[in-house]
């Protein structure tokens, strides 16, 4: 399975069951059954999964990390957190001046449950640690040689994309837009009808 989990167990009567991310391990009592889904497989599962509101997310690949947060990769480690993904890149003036304001946001927020993970693409990224650095930054970042953009869709920056805490899909920027002050509220506070702007 792509679609990342917490680690889950479990027994009955003659055995158990461990199950983490990608791998399934299940003792029958005098059977043990060990499954694996292939990279390929997961990226053929992975075509048909669509990015629409409710869809799972899934998970990133760092080729480094500047800031880095624990299980920053294993997107299934937020749930119960409101996640946003912030594609950017630092030859794009409009992904820095979002970048700036989601980094006050984490600081404005995490306390409450808002976990925000630039992604920058590794094209560019040789004095990126500089630049965060220079400029204050907190919030964690994801150096991507490009398989997250991929399975994400994005081909231009910035882009963002915001998860509830039950680790689905609440809202993807269209045009490079970040989501509204009333859209993260409505996360952060966990109610009900998801506000369009």
């Known amino acids: 399975m792509f679609v990342p989990e917490r680690p889950r167990f479990g027994a009955f009567a003659d055995g158990g069951f461990v199950r983490w991310d990608d791998a399934q ?6 059977v043990l059954i060990a499954d694996y889904v292939s990279p390929a497989e997961a990226d053929r599962t992975q075509q048909k999964h669509r990015l629409v509101r409710g869809a799972i997310p899934f998970n990133i690949e760092a080729q480094r990390w500047i800031n880095p947060i624990e299980k920053g990769d294993r997107i299934g480690w937020f749930l119960g957190k409101v996640l946003l993904l912030h594609f950017w890149a630092t030859w794009s003036p409009e992904s820095i001046e979002q970048l700036a304001h989601y980094d ?6 995490k306390d409450q449950g808002l976990v925000v993970i630039a992604i920058h693409s ?7 640690a500089a630049f965060v650095a220079e400029r204050g930054y907190t919030l964690p970042i994801a150096v991507d ?6 399975r994400y869709g994005i081909w231009n920056f910035p882009q963002s994309i915001l998860f509830d805490r039950d680790c689905r899909l609440a809202w993807l920027s269209q045009e490079g837009e970040t989501p509204s002050p009333a859209q993260l509220k409505h996360l952060l506070d966990d109610i009900d009808a998801f506000p369009a702007h």
């Open 122 to 128: 590794a094209e560019g990224a040789d004095d990126l």
């Open 145 to 150: 040689e490009g398989a997250s953009a991929q």
């Open 104 to 109: 006050e946001l984490y600081k404005k927020h």
């Open 25 to 30: 391990l299940l003792d029958s009592g005098g």
